[in-house]
C-alpha cells in the first residue's frame, strides 16, 4: 500500500527536525510506547503497547534512517517478519519545507504486507495506521507547535501488488498525514496486524 | 490458548466489581472477536468475566413504540423474533444477515456494539434508528456511543445492559457483504423517524457515520430519485482488496437509493 499526504506544523523547520529526531518527544506521541531509544546514530528501537480494539499486543520495533538531510528529510526504514504467517516492510520519505512561519511536512509512505498475513489483516491495516497517526499528530503538534493546527490533504496512489497473489491493501487517505514517525506507525499498525495471523 | 481465570458473574453488579477488581479482565458475551483473538494470542487478558448467565439481561420487549433488546440477546433471537419483524422489520433483517449461523447462534448485541468493529452491522442500526444505549451507568445517545474504530463512549467498568429502539414510521437496510466473512463492506440504514430521516453508513469508513446531505434530499421528498444529485465522498473511507474508497462510496449511494425504494 502506498501512502501521500502532507501535514502543516506550526513550528519552525529547525524545530520540527530536532522534535523528529528526538528520542524523547517521539516517545511521548506514539501512542503506547512505553520506550524508545537511539540503538546508533541512525537506528531507534522502541517498545509498544498497541491496542487496537480486541487486540492488546507489546511489540518491539526497529527502524533505521536512511538519507538523512537535516533539516530536510530522511528515509525511514523498517522491517517485520513472521515466518508462514507472512511479511512486513515499509519505508517512509519524510521531507520537511518552510510553509510561513510553520513547516510543511510531506510524506510518502510505501509499505508491504505479503502472505497469510495480508489476506487477514487486510481490512485493518490502513484504519489502524490512520488511527494511530491521528494520535500521533495530536500530541505531536501540541508539544512541537503549542495550539493544533492541521492542515492536511493527502493523495490516494495507486494499490500496488506486492505478494504472490495477495494484493497489498491501499490505504486510506484523510485529514492525517505524518513525518518521520509514520514509518513507525506503520511498522507498529503492520506488527499488530502481524500479531492477528500469528 | 495460555492460563487465564474464568469467572461467571451472577449479576451485573458482580461482574462490575469484578472487572473492578481484577487487573486485566475482559467481559465475555458471545465472544465471536474475543476468543479467536485470545486464539491467536493477540490479547492476553487475565481473567474473563462470563455474561451469559446473568437473568435480565437476555430477550426482546415492544411496548410503547419502543423496542428493547437485553444486551446478551443473539442475533439469531432478534432475526427470528415475530415482534421485532413486525414493529421493525429491518432490524430483524438486519440481524438476519450478521456473519454465519454459529455468529448468530452466539454473538450478542452488545457484544457487537461494544466492540465497534467498522464493518459490523448493528451500529448502523443503532445510529440510524435513533436508538438509545443503556449502561449499568446511565444512558447514552447512540448517536454519541460510537466514538471511532473499535471506540466507544462507554468508561472503563462500564457495562452494556440493553438497546432501545424508538420504531420508526419505515426502515430498511441494505448491505453488501463481504462474500467470505459477510462483514459489511458497505452497510445503510436509511429511517423515517419522529425525529426526522436518519442514514447511517456502517462498513464505509473507519467507524458508522450519518449521512447529512442524503438526510436533507430525504427530508423534502422522500424518493430514490431525490438522492440522485448526491454523492459520497471517498476521502477517508476504507479501502482493502475487497473495495477501493471510491467504489464504497458508490455503493453508499446505491444502497442509500435501494433502501429508500424498499420503502418509499
Not at chain 1, 73 to 80: C, K, L
Request: hydrophobic share 45%; with cysteine.
Amino acid at each position: 500500500m502506498d501512502m501521500n499526504g502532507e501535514y502543516r506544523i506550526p513550528a519552525p523547520r529547525q524545530r520540527v527536525w530536532e522534535a523528529l529526531n528526538d528520542p524523547e518527544t517521539l516517545g511521548r506521541c506514539i501512542p503506547g510506547c512505553e520506550s524508545i531509544q537511539k540503538t546508533s546514530d541512525t537506528a531507534l528501537s522502541a517498545v509498544v503497547q498497541a491496542k487496537v480494539g480486541p487486540v492488546s499486543a507489546r511489540f518491539t520495533g526497529d527502524v533505521t534512517l536512511e538519507d538523512i538531510d537535516p533539516p530536510n528529510g530522511y528515509t525511514i526504514r523498517g522491517e517485520g517478519k513472521g515466518g508462514v504467517a507472512g511479511f512486513a516492510k515499509g519505508t517512509a520519505r519524510v521531507a520537511l519545507a518552510d510553509d510561513g512561519d510553520g513547516t510543511l511536512l510531506t510524506y510518502a509512505v510505501e509499505a508491504q504486507v505479503g502472505g497469510k498475513l495480508a489476506q487477514v489483516g487486510a481490512r485493518l491495516v490502513a484504519g489502524t495506521v490512520r488511527k494511530m497517526a491521528d494520535e500521533f499528530f495530536g500530541t505531536f503538534t501540541q508539544i512541537v507547535g503549542g495550539a493544533p493546527q492541521v492542515q492536511s490533504q493527502s493523495q490516494p496512489a495507486p494499490a500496488a501488488e506486492v505478494a504472490p497473489a495477495v494484493p497489498a491493501p491501499p490505504a486510506a487517505k484523510k485529514s492525517w498525514a505524518s513525518p518521520l514517525t509514520i514509518g513507525i506507525l506503520v511498522i507498529a499498525a503492520i506488527l499488530v496486524i502481524y500479531f492477528l495471523v500469528t | 490458548m495460555y492460563n487465564f481465570t474464568y469467572h461467571r458473574a451472577g449479576s451485573v453488579d458482580a461482574a462490575a466489581a469484578k472487572l473492578a477488581e481484577s487487573g486485566d479482565a475482559k467481559l465475555l458475551a458471545g465472544g465471536m472477536t474475543l476468543l479467536p483473538t485470545m486464539k491467536q494470542r493477540l490479547a492476553q487478558p487475565s481473567d474473563l468475566i462470563d455474561l451469559n448467565e446473568i437473568a435480565g439481561l437476555n430477550g426482546i420487549t415492544v411496548a410503547g413504540g419502543t423496542v428493547t433488546i437485553g444486551a446478551m440477546t443473539r442475533h439469531a433471537d432478534v432475526a427470528a423474533s415475530a415482534e421485532v419483524k413486525q414493529a421493525i422489520p429491518a432490524l430483524a433483517k438486519l440481524a438476519g444477515l450478521i456473519g454465519d449461523p454459529a455468529v448468530r447462534n452466539r454473538g450478542t448485541i452488545g457484544g457487537s456494539i461494544a466492540n465497534n468493529d467498522p464493518a459490523a452491522d448493528y451500529p448502523a442500526a443503532v445510529v440510524g434508528l435513533g436508538a438509545t444505549v443503556v449502561t449499568n451507568k446511565r444512558e447514552i445517545a447512540g448517536d454519541d456511543f460510537f466514538t471511532g474504530m473499535f471506540e466507544t463512549a462507554l468508561d472503563d467498568g462500564e457495562i452494556v445492559t440493553a438497546v432501545r429502539f424508538p420504531v420508526p414510521q419505515k426502515a430498511a437496510y441494505f448491505k453488501f457483504p463481504n462474500p467470505a466473512s459477510r462483514y459489511a463492506v458497505v452497510g445503510v440504514m436509511v429511517a423515517k423517524t419522529a425525529g426526522g430521516i436518519r442514514v447511517a453508513v456502517t462498513g464505509a469508513g473507519p467507524c458508522v457515520f450519518r449521512q447529512p446531505d442524503m438526510e436533507r434530499a430525504l427530508s423534502g421528498n422522500f424518493s430514490a430519485d431525490a438522492l440522485s444529485g448526491i454523492s459520497q465522498k471517498a476521502d477517508g473511507l476504507n479501502e482493502d482488496i475487497h473495495a477501493s474508497a471510491e467504489y464504497r462510496a458508490s455503493l453508499v449511494v446505491v444502497g442509500a437509493k435501494r433502501a429508500v425504494a424498499e420503502i418509499a
